[in-house]
């Protein structure tokens, strides 16, 4: 419960995926008030809901480093590249473009991984503690998560990762083939193509939308409001601060319920890729943009053959994780704005990429079958809310009583429990107990750079 010191508060947060809903509980085990709207009519639908499934604090490096300028360039052509830049007259694209290539260096790569680890080790304590407190299943497998090479130049490479995250506390340890095909057997077919990998056995996976949804059940139940199916229309400014949200129900049509106002002590904005251009409306200006993932589910045809170890594969830097008789496979990130098809040229490509990919890598074991070819893959897309550091922004705007918790990227599975968590205490009063620099938060001196918003 809420420290004597703080004042309980109603607050109001705008987002209902695994960094929304996180919020949500935390703030009402402290006691607050709390009211989430999300447009869509149930938890994670947009971002949440169809990741890779890992909880990767050990697999947590930065895109930004001193390699990824130039495999940039040379990708920007490729439909299937694991990072592909797409130019658009877009200003807040290209200037979110030279924020990265400023963190391309080694100096830099090394402070974003301190954070980003230190807030991964704090959420996944805060996730083991509310599994043991709520009894959420979802698909969970405590079996560490895996990585494999194909060729000798990335293996090698691997070693410099190793080491420097064993430097921050990081128990990932260098595997040759065959012991990573004794950690995970469902691979030996493709054995000969692997020259090695790296393993780390505290990692684990499961469900993010399942999980998100029955913590939201739970919150409910435990006295948070609801208004799912509503459309976030401005914030309001009154001076220095925010006075209230206006939301209005979708699907009214004309003449149809209007907008109302909803005012509180505090206003959260978790909304993935669309924080960003929400809170410029009241001059909130945050580096965070949209970066397309996408994965793709398959059935499982043969489940003993099927990896029970979540992996990862460089060579096309996918990650794939089994969810009960299922297989998630998701990867790529894809710099081209708000565009969500699955239909256009480019994202049959990265679609038909992990088809083809599974196929290879698990022979038989999955149905691969693209659409086309009489399958029903489950295809998906989202857009992950990435800052040119990885680094997500949680804490205090220079605007009164707004706050905000996104720009996780491809970690919001991974960092969300502990998010939540340390924005409840931040709202609370309170700091959160981790070498991370939160907004409107003097910095712990280990930690340099640090964002005022």
């Known amino acids: 419960q809420c420290v004597a010191h703080c004042a309980l508060m109603k607050t109001i947060g705008l987002g209902a995926g695994i960094i929304g809903i996180s919020t949500a509980w935390h703030l009402r085990d402290r006691g607050h008030e709390v009211v989430v709207v999300d447009r869509q009519p149930d938890a994670a639908l947009e971002t949440s809901f169809a990741n890779a499934a890992q909880i990767s604090v050990s697999y947590c490096e930065p895109w930004a480093n001193r390699e990824a300028p130039l495999k940039a360039l040379k990708w920007m052509f490729d439909k299937e590249a694991p990072l592909l830049f797409r130019p658009q007259l877009d200003w807040d694209q290209w200037r979110w473009g030279l924020k990265f290539l400023a963190q391309c260096n080694d100096t830099a790569f090394e402070r974003n991984v301190q954070q980003i680890v230190a807030l991964g080790a704090y959420s996944h304590a805060a996730l083991k503690d509310l599994v043991a407190s709520t009894g959420i299943e979802y698909n969970r497998l405590e079996r560490g998560i895996a990585h494999f090479y194909t060729d000798q130049k990335s293996f090698d490479a691997a070693g410099h990762a190793v080491e420097l995250m064993r430097k921050f506390g990081v128990q990932r340890r260098l595997v040759s083939r065959d012991e990573l095909l004794k950690i995970e057997p469902a691979f030996k077919a493709y054995g000969d193509k692997i020259t090695g990998g790296t ?171 693209t659409p086309e070819e009489g399958g029903n893959p489950q295809y998906w897309t989202g857009l992950r809310p990435a800052t040119p550091t990885n680094i997500p922004f949680i804490g205090q705007t220079r605007v009164g009583k707004l706050w905000v918790n996104a720009g996780h990227g491809t970690l919001g599975w991974t960092h969300g429990a502990g998010s939540g968590k340390a924005m409840a205490e931040l709202l609370s009063g309170e700091v959160p107990a981790m070498n991370f620099g939160f907004l409107g938060v003097q910095a712990p001196r280990a930690v340099r750079g640090t964002v005022t918003a």
């Open 199 to 369: 393993y780390t056995s505290t990692d684990e996976s499961g469900d993010a939308r399942v999980f998100t949804q029955e913590l939201a059940r739970r919150c409910a139940a435990r006295g948070a409001q609801f208004l799912y199916g509503h459309d976030v229309l401005r914030l309001n400014k009154i001076g220095d601060a925010i006075d209230s949200v206006a939301v209005i129900a979708r699907n009214t049509g004309a003449g149809g319920q209007k907008d109302f106002i909803l005012k509180a002590d505090a206003f959260v904005v978790a909304c993935g890729s669309y924080s960003a251009p929400l809170l410029r409306t009241v001059g909130v200006d945050l580096p965070i943009y949209p970066g397309k993932g996408y994965s793709a589910t398959f059935p499982l045809l043969k489940p003993e053959g099927a990896p029970m170890v979540s992996t990862i594969d460089d060579g096309k830097k996918i990650a794939m994780s089994r969810l009960g008789n299922v297989l998630r496979v998701a990867g790529t990130i894809e710099l081209g704005g708000f565009d969500m098809s699955l239909d256009s040229p480019v994202a049959r490509a990265r679609c038909h990429m992990l088809s083809r990919r599974i196929a290879e890598i698990l022979p038989g074991v999955c149905d691969t079958r």
